[in-house]
């Protein structure tokens, strides 16, 4: 047996690590639990710790906080029939009903389990991908990698956005920020304007803090939600812990769910919502008794709870073994891994084989706590639901700009992320996704370093692009994600027509 | 409720008055250490631990910041105009002087006051472990018969890694194809055979050619390494060229003498402790404590070496149009 | 012309002003002398190309008439309460390296908290100076994260 697989366990397994799984899992219920704060707001507030903390150590924290908040999004679907992260809106289609019927206790307990099951699904799946995709990603080139990182793109894009131009859009903007700074290659100042805090360029969690934080902020001076049906419903909860009959129920939508989450989880761009709905519609069609769903089947939560939690390990195969993130929680694994001075690639398994082990069992703790701490505490967590927006609205704010300046001590940064946060209004304001463009920063400098170094080997030969297989797998991959989201937006345009007519 | 909120204050500002007193000798904050850089690559992780050591020492948080790009010139040009209060430290490398000398920035080396070395190492030539060549010579004299046809990586125009090949390759009168590659990527593209060679720092492919991944044709330095005996130096291969990788502290002209006296003493400590001794020995890198004299004339004789090396392949000052 | 194609107007009109300043910006980069490469402006050049091609697609789809006419979501915000945050950030922000973090978050918050909806003075003074205190120490006591204490620096050392 590799001997990093066991010096990756035990570093997984020290008490430090352990706890810090625990408390992310912890954290990662809560603010998935509350309506208007994403994982993504989850992880901002977390972010500066993994400035100073070990990096198997804030990994841990933030590999709990990604299972978990996967887990309590389904807690206020059920509870409140609003999704407490955009990954649990098919929960809620069935969940609520279930919970209205006074069986929220069961509803939950269903919810946590088939979270578990997604899980430790995908845990297997990373466990056993991650390290032979790590291998063959060992054999590719410049080339290969340019065409690698330019698929990922398209693909983030074409899932992101209703419209296409404005997902492809969203991420040439930040290929465009990402420019800014030193020439990667000659060392050169670009776009600085000789400011001297433009010369090492925009850092991406800077930018993620603005786009991600601002507008969710916002948005929450609209909606100040009613917290009493929440109460209600939580007085009902009485047991949690799934019967039998239950688990029996849920073979088939977890059959199907797990899978397609740890599928999609790889794709970037598609993640835990696209998922849920895809596993509940399959689900439906081939449940044994379709006409429940909608009015508070089992099955109907479990599907969708199994997928989003089993895109968390899916996502990790990528960004471990391709530097590629799919989704914000991703993107900042890959920050604070930088932080740390870990890249992740291919060569994370070869030269820090212990780390890359290390990381993959954590996960596996973060599932094994998620379920834990949400069957025991699931009664006390819910009451975080009434905590008062005025408050938490404000502490989160703080949290921006202290985790945006925290980053490298610097007040420009501050300034730079409630920049981005104006530009993440307006987006919004333009129905433009921001996705793309966080990951296009977190992207670019690969995309215009590969691009540059195969021109330089090839002595500016365009055509190694297609002679390099991997390289033409992935430009077609690329431009089928792109065909494919432009066939769509156009059926669904016909769609849309007839029904205006 | 009032009241009560001021009792609060009153007290949590007073035991910090109290906790403040206790230590208003310098260091009296935090020390921000920069790193020039990015994350990942050796220096970081060497700057990461002789920060640690150091924090210890001066019994004050040493922050590691990285502010890479342009060969180090950032972080340099960064602490030259901090203030000199002995609370921003570079950590120094070769770059110090590569980037000065190649003209990324408008000033040389002595702008800063150094205070001194930690570790040295060699930059090693590094080629696949199945790669045709088995000597620098071999590898030299197939790139002299077919110019622009092999493939160096090195880190980036201006690093000490790019130095240590224009010298390795020129002085051997060859002309390959100098890709400028990252830390890891580096690597990767040795072992997936997209370039035929790399000029690169020397502990962190040590232990690909101790796996026998790779293989060093040639080290820098002026002496063999205890830790690849093997290895023959570019001296002795007769390319008249000495280069070291080296790590050490800077700070900001006209630091007092008192605070460079101070951070010399806790690095010397820091760079002899036991826990950063042992990591030094198990990454292979010689630990080579200095303080503020002997590294001054260290870095006047290396100066003189890499301002030659340069102006003999048409390098020096060539400053961006 | 539906709410969404005049958005796509106006934005597509700007990105192609941003598309033409970056392509000043980028024939101005400084270029060296090395023989075998690409240049720094090689990639800023190819980021342009694509970006007026798309806002162009963008522009496009302000005037056909096949191509999507949703109307966007909005943010049903009161207009007066999002101008009245804008105003109070920007105070902040530009305040903030002046008074320090702990000077410069309590009134942030107790405006924030007030904006989202509070209106009992005591519980704002207690939401706004407990928790901009505890977050204070948390961060530089308990994670090590120095946040600048600006005029409070006497009293917080």
Redesign the interface.
Known sequence: MNPDIIDGFTQASQLETILAVAAGCFIGLVVGMIPGLTISTGIIIVL??T??LEPEISIALLLGLYVSGMTGGSFSAILLNIPGTPSASATAIDGNPMAKNGEAGRALGIAITASFLGGLFSFLCLYFIAPLLAEIA?????PDLFSLVFFGLTIICSFAA??L??G??SA??G??IV?V???????????TFDQ?NL??GIHFLTALIGLFAVPQL???????MKSETATKNAANIKSVLPKLADLKLMRLPVAIGAPIGSFLGILPGAGGPIAAFISYDYTKKLSKNPKEFGNGSPQGIAAPESANNAVTGGALIPMMTLGIPGDPVTAILIGAL??????P???LF??NGEFAYGLIFSFFWANIFNIVIALIGLRYLVKVLVI????L???I???C??GS??L??N?FD??VM?GFGLLGLAM?????PIVPLLLAMVLGRQL??H???S???S??DVTVFFTHPFSLFFLCLAAASIFWSFWA?HKS?QK?DQLEI | MTSLKYVFLGTATAALMVAGQAQAEWPEKAIEFVIPFGAGGGADIEGRLIAKAMSKELGQPVVPVNKPGGGGAITYTYVKNSKPDGYTVAWNSTSVLTTTNIGNVPFDYTALDHIGQVAQQPIPFVVKKSARWNTLKEFMDECKAKPSTLKVAFAGFGSATHMAGVALTQLSGCKPIMLPVKGPDRRKMILSGETDAAVDIFFVPLKLVRAGKMKFLAVSSGKRNPASPNVPTAKELGIDMEFDLFRGLSVAKGTPAAIKNKLEAAMIKAANSKAFAGRMKKLKLTLAPMGQKEFGAKLAKANANIVAIMKKAGMYQSKAK | MSNMRRRNLIAAIILLLLCAGYAYLTANLPTRAIENTTQPSFFPWVVTVIMAVLSLGLLAQAFLPTISSDTPKTFDVPAKRLIYGLVLSVAYFVSLPTLGFVAGNIPFFAGLMYLYGERRPPWIAAGSILISLIVFFLFREVFQILLPSGILQGVLR
């Open positions: 500066p710790l400035f100073v060992l054999k590719f080139q410049s209703k419209s131009v404005k492809l859009l040439v903007i290929l465009a420019t700074g030193q020439d990667p290659m000659m060392g050169t100042a670009r776009f001297v010369i090492s916002v948005d929450n001076f609209a909606d100040m930088l932080i740390h001075g870990l890249a690639g291919p060569l070869v030269e008062p927006r005025t408050f609205m404000p502490t704010a703080i949290l700009v202290i300046y925290a490298r001590n007040f501050v300034y409630f919004r304001w333009l129905d433009m215009e370093e691009l540059r170094v021109l330089i080997a002595k500016n937006e345009k849309q």
